[in-house]
T-cell receptor, first 112, second 112 residues
Framework: DQQVKQNSPSLSVQEGRISILNCDYT??????FLWYKKYPAEGPTFLIS?????DKNEDGRFTVFLNKSAKHLSLHIVPSQPGDSAVYFC???????????FGKGTKLSVIP | DTEVTQTPKHLVMGMTNKKSLKCEQH?????MYWYKQKAKKPPELMFV???????INESVPSRFSPECPNSSLLNLHLHALQPEDSALYLC???????????FGPGTRLTVT
């Protein structure tokens, strides 16, 4: 049972435009959400997180939105740059849990 | 400094060998994790150490043996591995268990 779902395996965006990566979750006990970026043969790099008490968190070009009623979050990257091309993982913690549940990832390609 | 280091970067071992993977962080984090990642899949949690005590062992076979000598170091001892154990092994740390995890670059393990 996949508790964190990233339904788009890939996404292509023109340089300078907005990239929107989506993530849905099924476990209502999740209360902390994170986005990671991963290049091939490297470890994931933490990008941004959001607590369930917020609906938006912004850090530079990256903004994460959380819609608790829809159990949906999204990562917005604007403007997109070629260096943003990577696989993006959505991940979530349950309250008091040490286990980070990952989605399967979305491969973002930013075209120059 | 958000760096987690892992050695070696690559490891090739036979099924009868004994080897160890090492992970180090100097961020004062009190939780450390081992993950296994296969190609085009998300990381899978193997072990969690919190304050140098093993908190989670996700039903990992005994041929994988973790060790946490101190709060900065985490080892994974390998013995009698199978070819299907070939994967990228990732170490991560967080300030406390359940917090934002910072990943190392990983060790690419090949079992022949």
């Amino acid at each position: 049972d996949q508790q964190v779902k990233q339904n788009s395996p890939s996404l292509s965006v023109q340089e300078g435009r907005i990239s929107i990566l989506n993530c849905d979750y099924t476990n209502s006990m999740f209360d902390y959400f994170l986005w990671y970026k991963k290049y091939p043969a490297e470890g994931p790099t933490f990008l941004i997180s959001i607590s369930s008490i917020k609906d938006k968190n912004e850090d530079g070009r990256f903004t994460v939105f959380l819609n608790k009623s829809a159990k949906h979050l999204s990562l917005h990257i604007v403007p997109s740059q070629p260096g943003d091309s990577a696989v993006y993982f959505c991940a979530a913690y349950g309250a008091g849990s040490y286990q980070l549940t990952f989605g399967k990832g979305t491969k973002l390609s930013v075209i120059p | 400094d958000t760096e987690v280091t892992q050695t070696p970067k690559h490891l090739v071992m036979g099924m009868t060998n004994k080897k160890s993977l090492k992970c180090e962080q100097h961020m004062g984090h009190r939780a450390m994790y081992w993950y296994k990642q296969k190609a085009k899949k998300p990381p899978e949690l193997m072990f969690v150490y919190s304050y140098e005590k093993l908190s989670i062992n996700e039903s990992v076979p005994s041929r994988f043996s973790p060790e946490c000598p101190n709060s900065s170091l985490l080892n994974l001892h390998l013995h009698a591995l199978q070819p299907e154990d070939s994967a990228l092994y990732l170490c991560a740390s967080s300030q406390v268990a359940g917090g934002e995890q910072y990943f190392g670059p990983g060790t690419r393990l090949t079992v022949t």
